[in-house]
């Protein structure tokens, strides 16, 4: 089974809106952290957000926020008042167990987001 | 620059050949990582450094790949052999410990032909 699944391969939204991109994850380890990073077609991975697994709150980050549905096994982000510059490619990425072991990431197959005028 | 740092940008080699890319981190950060990603994929993990020792190498694919890190600042993934499959770009990684947050390089793009 895929650890890290998003479905979609391609986003389109318009300028000023907000826009979900899914992930759903797949662990039996009750410790682990979510991740989301942005890339630009320069290539590097950008962070954006991140979730722990006791974290009570859904994580936020100025425009980004992490809608973590732990019992869906959900890590959805959203991003609000989109950006010309938001156009790139997301990936949602999960590490298994605690952190002291280094942040050995799983990494999904990416969303690209295309923002319109 | 302030920035992990990567060379080359671009490789391109002929089957059977050796490469080396190197990877400078952000200066101070003890953790280096390697991912690889193919096109269309994310990126998948290969090896994490804290300082000199290789933490975890259970994401190198073969015994062909090799990843150094002598002083424990730049590291270098050595690929011996190289095969077509070998094909993606190169991205490495730096935090300031083994719990922060990754800071990725642009990659090295490795082309064998």
């Known amino acids: 089974a895929q650890k890290i699944t998003q479905t979609q391969p391609g986003m389109f939204v318009q300028e000023k809106e907000a826009v979900t991109l899914d992930c759903t994850y797949d662990?039996?380890?009750?410790?682990?952290?979510l991740f989301w990073y942005k890339q630009p077609s320069s290539g590097e991975m950008i962070f954006l957000i991140y979730q722990g697994s006791y974290d009570q709150q859904n994580a936020t980050e100025g425009r980004y926020s992490l809608n973590f549905q732990k019992a869906r096994k959900s890590a959805n982000l959203v991003i609000s008042a989109s950006q010309l510059g938001d156009s790139a490619m997301y990936f949602c990425a999960m590490r298994e167990g605690h952190a002291g072991g280094g942040n050995k990431l799983t990494f999904g197959t990416g969303t690209q987001l295309k923002v319109e005028l | 620059g302030a920035g992990v740092s990567q060379t080359p940008s671009n490789k391109v080699t002929e089957k059977g050949k050796y490469v080396e890319l190197r990877c400078d981190p952000i200066?101070?950060?003890?953790?280096l990582y390697w991912y690889r990603q193919s096109l269309g994929q994310g990126p998948e993990f290969l090896i994490y450094?804290?300082?000199?020792?290789?933490?975890?190498d259970s994401g190198l694919p073969n015994d062909r790949f090799f990843a150094v890190r002598p002083e424990g600042s730049v590291s270098t993934l050595k690929i011996q052999r190289t095969e077509r499959g070998d094909s993606a770009v190169y991205l490495c990684a730096s935090s300031q410990s083994n719990t922060g947050e990754l800071f990725f390089g642009e990659g090295s793009r490795l082309t064998v032909l």
């Open positions: 200066s101070g950060h003890t953790a």
């Open positions: 662990t039996s380890d009750p410790s682990y952290g």
């Open positions: 450094f804290q300082g000199t020792g290789a933490a975890d």
